[in-house]
Structures are given as structure tokens and as C-alpha cells.
T-cell receptor, first 112, second 111 residues
């Protein structure tokens, strides 16, 4: 089955700096890669996603890049703000299925 | 729009007790899921359903049961609670574009 590795497990950045989280996946049949943000005491919420026919996608301060050949994808947060502090999860989905495989999560702390 | 609603938010069980975690969604999604999240860990899939009357096991189904009698509801049953089932449980439903919407979670302690 699919295996998704996520790094780092914790990330501390100064407000205004950039944060980068990286994920690798094992199944080349995966074609959908969402990123979820989980704030304390809440359920995960989708913040951005990318499909395998696209190499990069941006939404204001966040962007995701995908390298299908290397089977890895990354989340980039620019100009970090304290409200970006949360746990972020990457995930992968195979074309024929509807079960997401999640990475282990990255706890991001933005220091003011 | 309520989205995915889970009840209760918190529960403490004694070892051996049973309970049902409720989940309902109002988005008419066919796909629904149950995950557990242990402290500091990622999400593990317990069971999922592709539509009313159809359920299947996920990664960690032992000790749990589910049913899906309607599109809206997907309850998770714990029959004989064990300390290893102490966790936060999340229900989710999925849109046709594979976007999963999560509930706020049920925090369960088994003592």
C-alpha cells in the first residue's frame, strides 16, 4: 500500500520567515496530494491541494510543489504569522481509490 | 451549513464498557471515514464507507464496528473499551473531488 513520509516532525520559525515541509510517497499511482492544517482542539482542515497534472499551485502565502519523478511534494508558507502555528499533514490518494494516506504531521511554531 | 458533526465531544469510559460515537454530515457525500489520532501522532483510518449499506476496514479496525444505514450517518461502535482505545476520533466525509471534510473530533479516555 501507499506510504507517506513527512519531515520535519517539528519546525520553529521566526515570524516573517518562510516554512517548508516535505513529504515523500511510495505509490506512483497516487495522483492527488492535499495538505491539511489542524489547530489545537480542532479537526484537520484542507488548506491547499495539488493534482498530478500540475507542478505547482499557489494560494496567497502558501504554495505546494510536486515532483512526480522523485515522488515528493512540499508545502511552502511565506511571511509566516503567529496564526500559522498548527500541525500540518500531507496526504496522498491513488487514482482508483478514495482513501487518503496521511503523513505523520509537522508541528509548526511561529515565534513572534 | 453544518458540515460534519460529531457527538459527544468528550467521553470517559471504564474498561469493558461500550459506546457509540455519532457522526452525521449534511453535504450528501457518499464517502465517509473514521480516523483515530493518538497524542502527537498522525491519523489512522479505522473504517470507511463508500455509500449507504457499504463499509470496509481501514488500517486499524480491531475493537470497532460501524454501520451505514443512511447517507448522512456513520456511527462508530466500541464494544469492549480498552485503554489502548484512548484517543481522539475524527469522522470525515469526502466530496466527489476527494476533498475530505472533518468533524471537530471526540476525545475518548478509557480508564
Amino acid at each position: 500500500g501507499e506510504n507517506v513520509e513527512q519531515h520535519p516532525s517539528t519546525l520553529s520559525v521566526q515570524e516573517g520567515d518562510s516554512a517548508v515541509i516535505k513529504c515523500t510517497y511510495s505509490d506512483s499511482a497516487s495522483n492527488y496530494f492535499p495538505w491539511y492544517k489542524q489547530e489545537l482542539g480542532k479537526g484537520p482542515q484542507l488548506i491547499i491541494d495539488i493534482r498530478s497534472n500540475v507542478g505547482e499551485k499557489k494560494d496567497q502565502r502558501i504554495a505546494v510543489t510536486l515532483n512526480k519523478t522523485a515522488k515528493h511534494f512540499s508545502l511552502h508558507i511565506t511571511e509566516t504569522q503567529p496564526e500559522d502555528s498548527a500541525v500540518y499533514f500531507c496526504a496522498a490518494l491513488k487514482a482508483a481509490g478514495n482513501k487518503l494516506t496521511f503523513g505523520g504531521g509537522t508541528r509548526v511554531l511561529v515565534k513572534p | 451549513n453544518a458540515g460534519v458533526t460529531q457527538t459527544p465531544k468528550f467521553r470517559i469510559l471504564k474498561i469493558g464498557q461500550s459506546m457509540t460515537l455519532q457522526c452525521t454530515q449534511d453535504m450528501n457525500h457518499n464517502y465517509m471515514y473514521w480516523y483515530r489520532q493518538d497524542p502527537g501522532m498522525g491519523l489512522k483510518l479505522i473504517y470507511y464507507s463508500v455509500g449507504a449499506g457499504i463499509t470496509d476496514k481501514g488500517e486499524v479496525p480491531n475493537g470497532y464496528n460501524v454501520s451505514r444505514s443512511t447517507t448522512e450517518d456513520f456511527p462508530l461502535r466500541l464494544e469492549l473499551a480498552a485503554p489502548s482505545q484512548t484517543s481522539v476520533y475524527f469522522c470525515a466525509s469526502s466530496s466527489p473531488k476527494n476533498i475530505q471534510y472533518f468533524g471537530a473530533g471526540t476525545r475518548l479516555s478509557v480508564l
